[in-house]
């Protein structure tokens, strides 16, 4: 079942688990369900860069690997507890960021942009951590709500 946004809707549910798509829908604090993520590979991966618009080199540093680590990966290599998470995070994150944008190109611009409010930081290089995540979707908080400073 897809979430329904304003502009576009995020395809992801082939990507994950059955069981994960409750924690990515949810709206409470990082809650993720973690004890079956035996189906979490490279390619899976590979295939939420492309549903999300990021390049390998952007995914692979958001789940906390290098791209050059990505490209030698095989295909049904599995990903570790974190690296998992991590797609889980930057799957809710763009959720929101789409639907207070209206779109995954106005989002994706956005996250490549020097943000004031972050320290002209660009967001997407925040999204290394938890606190990052957390940082960045308090942002979109804020723009959600007409607070830009």
């Known amino acids: 079942m897809s979430v329904t946004m304003s ?9 994950f688990d059955e069981e994960a798509v409750p924690a990515i829908e949810s709206g ?14 490279k390619a899976k991966l590979v295939k939420l860069a492309e549903e999300l618009g990021l390049s390998r080199e952007e ?19 599995k990903l570790s507890q974190e690296q998992y998470t ?16 209206g779109s995954k190109e106005k989002f994706g611009r956005w996250l490549r942009k020097p943000v004031r ?8 290089e925040l999204l ?15 723009i959600e709500h007409g607070v830009f400073a």
């Open 28 to 41: 409470g604090i990082f809650i993720i369900y973690e004890s079956k993520r035996t189906s979490a590979t």
């Open 128 to 142: 290394d951590s938890t606190i990052g995540y957390t940082v960045v979707e308090q942002t979109i908080g804020r």
């Open 7 to 15: 502009a576009e809707v995020i395809h992801y549910e082939h990507i």
């Open 59 to 77: 995914i692979a540093m958001v789940v906390g690997m290098t791209g050059r680590n990505l490209q030698r990966y095989s295909s049904n290599r």
């Open 86 to 101: 991590n797609m889980l995070l930057l799957t809710r994150l763009f959720i929101r960021g789409v639907d207070v944008f």
């Open 117 to 124: 409010s972050l320290g002209m930081q660009r967001p997407l």
